[in-house]
């Protein structure tokens, strides 16, 4: 999860929301927090909401589809293009409909089985269904997660009458596809990166996949499957938002919970195995900004795990001491 930041001047925006999620508990500190979209005049934007106080209201404004305000609230490692950040001290406010100079947008929250070109107009982390036929499969990748351990990856591009989207499923979703059938694709969670939405397999989610009769009419052609594949970059590190260690646990290699009495053990969080934390093995997790070469006008927020991690090392000269809390220059 992001690291949030309530340092932020005293702001507010007139606005609708859309699409409240459930109450959720974050993995990485147990703090409860809830996704909605917020739709203002200028854009469209996610918000993250760190008191669960308010999603009865949130959820019944948005079920009414009322005007709001909000009043002062965050952004995202105080980003003002990062995810906005509703916390206790944030007033939401309803307005009366004729002082708002825009219309609420139907487009925004998804709706029943949707055509894949109306995914661009949806913030992320919404729940989509989609009728989509199978145009290209890649093989399966083994990942080294750092709370989840080790996952398969497989990705996936999928078209409709309308457009084309890459899919990437997770764990034991993989290889549940056939290439050039058309399915019913059910409980996927809209993502982003690099400007560009793809979809995923959510975690906490059953995903769906039924076999379904062939469109009628021809879908878009794809011209360019590389378009949709993991791309190569060369670029210069800027600086580091977020470091994390953690242990991996002997038996099924998730994360591992030092005792807070006793750090010389600890306990999986997944298998709940009781072991000693010196024979566990460390993994390193970076969160990082980085400038392309090609794009100088650009930056990207970047997430390494430890395979990752050790190869940028290893670039800068710089090495992981596994029994330490730091890096050493």
Not at 116 to 138: F, G, M, R, T, Y
Request: glycine letters at 2%; proline letters at 4%.
């Amino acid at each position: 999860m992001a690291d949030f930041s309530c340092k932020s001047p005293k702001k507010e925006v007139q606005c609708y929301v859309h699409a409240v999620s459930p109450v959720k508990t974050a993995t990485s500190n147990n703090r409860r927090y809830f996704n909605c979209t917020i739709q203002s005049e200028e854009k469209v934007a996610r918000a993250v909401c760190f008191s669960p106080d308010k999603h009865s209201q949130l959820k019944t404004l948005q079920q009414t589809k009322s005007p709001i305000k909000i009043e002062n609230f965050g952004h995202a490692r105080n980003d003002e293009n990062g995810d906005m950040l509703i916390h206790k001290f944030t007033n939401i406010v309803p307005i009366d409909a004729t002082t708002i100079p825009f219309p609420y947008s139907d487009n925004l929250t998804a709706s029943g089985i949707m055509p894949i070109s109306s995914i661009a107009n949806l913030a992320v982390e919404q729940l989509v269904s989609v009728k989509a036929e199978v145009a290209h499969l890649s093989g399966v990748k083994i990942l080294q997660t750092q709370h989840q351990g080790t996952l398969k990856k497989q990705e996936v591009i999928i078209r409709d009458t309308t457009s084309s989207i890459k899919l990437t499923l997770w764990g034991d979703n993989v290889d549940t596809l056939a290439l050039n059938d058309t399915y019913i694709l059910k409980n996927l969670r809209v993502k982003s990166f690099n400007n560009t939405k793809f979809l995923n397999t959510a975690k906490g989610e059953e995903f769906v996949h039924e076999e379904s009769t062939p469109f009628e009419q021809a879908c878009v052609s794809i011209d360019n499957i590389t378009d949709f594949a993991e791309k190569t970059i060369f670029a210069k590190v800027l600086g580091i938002h977020q470091v994390t260690r953690s242990l991996s646990c002997v038996s099924c290699n998730k994360k591992v919970i030092p005792n807070p009495d006793d750090d010389s053990l600890g306990a999986c969080e997944s298998c709940y195995l009781k072991q000693l934390t010196e024979t566990c093995n460390v993994k390193w997790y970076l969160r990082i900004l980085v400038q392309p070469s090609t794009e100088p006008n650009r930056k990207l927020h970047l997430s390494l795990l430890n395979q990752h991690v050790t190869e940028l090392l290893a670039l800068v000269n710089t090495d992981v001491d596994p029994d330490t809390e730091s890096f050493t220059k």
